[in-house]
């Protein structure tokens, strides 16, 4: 049972457009949510988080939006760059009652930018 | 950047045959994770420790076992390889393992199984 998921396994963007990657999620106990990148043969690294009680969170280029209502959260990249071309996971985590140490990861995204 | 070193980076094996991945951390994160990353599943948690001696399941915990004798350093072992844990492995700390944490991850271990 995938409790976060990215249904887009693939996305191309041209550079200088917008980005956005999109995630949904099942389970209501999840109370903040973060996004991660990954290049080839490296690890996956943060890049942006979001609390359940806000529903836009901005770092830079990077804004991630959470829709509580809709269990949805997406990441907007403005303007793309080449060097964002990767794997972007999302990925939630619970309340104490659920596991509060515990991320649960979605299956992940490939965004390729154009030049 | 967390100091998160993983070995061996690669590793061929064949069914049946014990592997021990070591995960090692220079900032003395007290949570120490390891996963699996799979086509079409994403990362998937795999155990997690707590603490010195302390472990508990992940998700995809059949066929692996870990240990923590110190807080630097958690291993993942697999006792008897399957085809099915050919896999890229990914070590991750976090200094306290709350969910807004941010979690630090090794580079991986690409391991197949024959």
């Known amino acids: 049972d995938q409790q976060v998921k990215q249904n887009s396994p693939s996305l191309s963007v041209q550079e200088g457009r917008i980005s956005i990657l999109n995630c949904d999620y099942t389970n209501s106990m999840f109370d903040y949510f973060l996004w991660y990148k990954k290049y080839p043969a490296e690890g996956p690294t943060f890049l942006i988080s979001i609390s359940s009680i806000k529903d836009k969170n901005e770092d830079g280029r990077f804004t991630v939006f959470l829709n509580k209502s809709a269990k949805h959260l997406s990441l907007h990249i403005v303007p793309s760059q080449p060097g964002d071309s990767a794997v972007y996971f999302c990925a939630a985590s619970g309340g104490a009652n659920f596991g509060n140490e515990k991320l649960t990861f979605g299956t992940g995204t490939r965004l390729t930018i154009i030049p | 950047d967390a100091g998160i070193t993983q070995s061996p980076r690669h590793k061929v094996t064949e069914t049946g045959t014990p592997v021990t991945l070591r995960c090692h951390q220079t900032?003395?994160?007290?949570?120490m994770y390891w996963y699996r990353q799979d086509p079409g599943h994403g990362l998937r948690l795999i155990h997690y420790s707590y603490g010195v001696k302390d472990t508990d399941k992940g998700e995809v915990s059949d066929g692996y076992s870990v240990s923590r004798s110190k807080t630097e350093d958690f291993l993942l072992t697999l006792e008897s390889a399957t085809s099915s844990q050919t896999s890229v492995y990914f070590c991750a700390t976090g200094p306290t393992g709350l969910g807004q944490e941010t979690q630090y991850f090794g580079p991986g271990t690409r391991l197949l199984v024959l």
């Open positions: 900032e003395n994160h007290r949570y």
